[in-house]
Each structure stands twice: as C-alpha cells, then as structure tokens.
C-alpha cells in the first residue's frame, strides 16, 4: 500500500486497504467498459425445460462415474445445431459496420472463475468434435485456467460465450458481450418449478437462460426464437452424445 494510491477522502472516515489490481484483470476490465459503452446490449430471460436431460444426465454419470457431465457440454452441443439455425448469433460486424461476418465454425468461449480474475477460453470447432471430447477440453483448459493462467492464444477465435453460474446460484443475469463477438449466454441455477399438466401439478427442472446480444446485429424475436430452440434441442439429449 503506497499513501498516494490511498484516496485521503476515504482514509478520514477509517482504515482502508489498497489492493492491487492483476494485469490480467487490467486487461479484462478495459475489454469489459469498451464492451459496454460500444455495443447496445440487450438481455432476453428465459427458464428451459431440462427435465428430460436431468434424467439423462444423472443415469449417464451413474453408468460412468469418471466422465461426471454437467449441463455446460451439453449446452455447447446444443448451441452448435442452434447456430445453423440462427447463424447471425456467431457473427460479427466489420471495422466500419456495414457488413456482417457470418463464421462457419462454432468457436466457443467459457468464462472460466480463476484466483487471477475471469478468463474465457476458447473451445475451438465444437462442430466437429463430440459431447465427451468437449466435456473432456473444458475440465482441461478450466483446470489449467485456474493453476497456471492460460495463453493469448488459447482466449482468440470465440464465435459466441457462455458463462456460466450454474454451480453458484442465481436466478437470471445481464453477461457482457465479449466483443467482437454479438451474444453472449448466461445460465444460472436449474430449479425444480410446478408446471400444471392435464390438471396435475408436476414438479420439472428449469434451467435459466439470460441471453445477451448486440441489438445492431440481432433482433428481440430472434433472441427469443433462440431460447426457445435451445430448450427443443436439449429436450432430447440423447441425439447430443
Ligand atoms: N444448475 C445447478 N447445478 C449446476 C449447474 C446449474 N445450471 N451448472 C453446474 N452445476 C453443478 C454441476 O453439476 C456440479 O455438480 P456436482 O459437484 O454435484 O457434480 C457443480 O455445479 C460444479 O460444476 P462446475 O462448475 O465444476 O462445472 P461446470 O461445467 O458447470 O462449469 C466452469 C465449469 C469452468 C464454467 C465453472 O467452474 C466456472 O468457472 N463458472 C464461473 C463462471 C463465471 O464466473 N461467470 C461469470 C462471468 S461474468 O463475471
């Protein structure tokens, strides 16, 4: 702590710690205001029906207790074939803004909770890759995210992000678009909600979805068309493994 770093405003009301700021969470924080104050960003809340790949999921980690699958693969499995549907979602705006650049792979960024800050790795061509093989990058690259930090490179080429709060709680957020890309998915907690069904209550998983995307490039019902989509494709997880 260096006295000039300690703002004397605050040091007259009681004792105050200066910490530190890591480059790392320099860089991200510069990317983040750039982010916000350039890109008109909107956020479209939904809950999505998982009960169908809860069940799948909890009997598939029984059968395999070293594979252990969360949502989040399953969540990129999915996004992949909702991308070819909706592909202004992994796309971005030229320098000066008058054509779109619609890519033809699926590149997608996780940000990654590390004690360096938050950092988003890349997972590259998730089109050509299965829901293990991703399942299986993700523990790779998060775990060296957190132990080691990872390389530029391993943080470029992302189409679309997820970040996911899942494991926190959280019933709905507003993510940041990690520009240049146009949307990012937020997710947080799945919740066991009553649903009326020909007059029965029943009890099924819901998993929250805030979707933020860049108005310039995307609009209200297409966000909302994407929800909705995502919800139809992990309706039937089996055809995701
Ligand atoms: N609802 C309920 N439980 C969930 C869940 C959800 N949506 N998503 C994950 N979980 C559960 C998992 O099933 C797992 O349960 P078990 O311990 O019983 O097996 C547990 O939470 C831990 O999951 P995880 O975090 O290890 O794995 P993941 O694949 O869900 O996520 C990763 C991986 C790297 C994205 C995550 O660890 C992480 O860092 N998240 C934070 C991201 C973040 O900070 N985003 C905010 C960015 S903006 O500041």
């Not at 960024?109 to 299965?130: F, M, Q, W, Y």
Request: aromatic residues 6%.
């Amino acid at each position: 702590m260096t006295d000039a770093a300690l703002d004397v405003q605050l040091t007259q009301y009681g004792d105050v710690t200066c910490e530190p700021i890591s480059r790392v969470q320099q860089y991200v924080a510069k990317m983040l205001t750039e982010s916000c104050n350039r890109i008109p960003h909107v956020t479209h809340n939904d809950d999505i029906d998982i009960d169908v790949l809860e069940g799948f999921r909890q009997q598939y980690n029984a059968r395999h207790p070293d594979a252990k699958l969360t949502v989040l693969p399953f969540l990129i499995k999915a996004m992949v074939q909702v991308l070819d549907r909706f592909p202004r979602f992994n796309a971005q705006l030229d320098v000066e803004g008058k054509n779109l650049l619609l890519k033809h792979y699926v590149n997608v960024g996780v940000a990654v909770d590390t004690p360096n800050g938050l950092l988003v790795p890349v997972i590259k061509h998730c089109e050509r890759k299965s829901l293990l093989e991703i399942a299986d990058e993700l523990n790779k690259v998060s775990s060296l995210a957190r132990e080691k930090g990872l390389p530029y490179d391993a943080m470029q080429g992302g189409g679309i992000t997820i970040s996911s709060l899942g494991s926190i709680g959280g019933t709905s957020f507003t993510p940041i678009i990690n520009a240049p890309e146009v949307a990012i998915l937020g997710v947080t907690k799945t919740a066991l909600k009553p649903v009326l069904i020909a007059g029965e209550l029943q009890w099924k998983h819901y998993l929250p979805l805030s979707l933020s995307y860049d108005h310039r490039v995307i609009n209200g019902a297409a966000a909302a068309q994407f929800c909705v989509e995502m919800g139809k494709v992990l309706g039937a997880p089996q055809q995701l493994i």
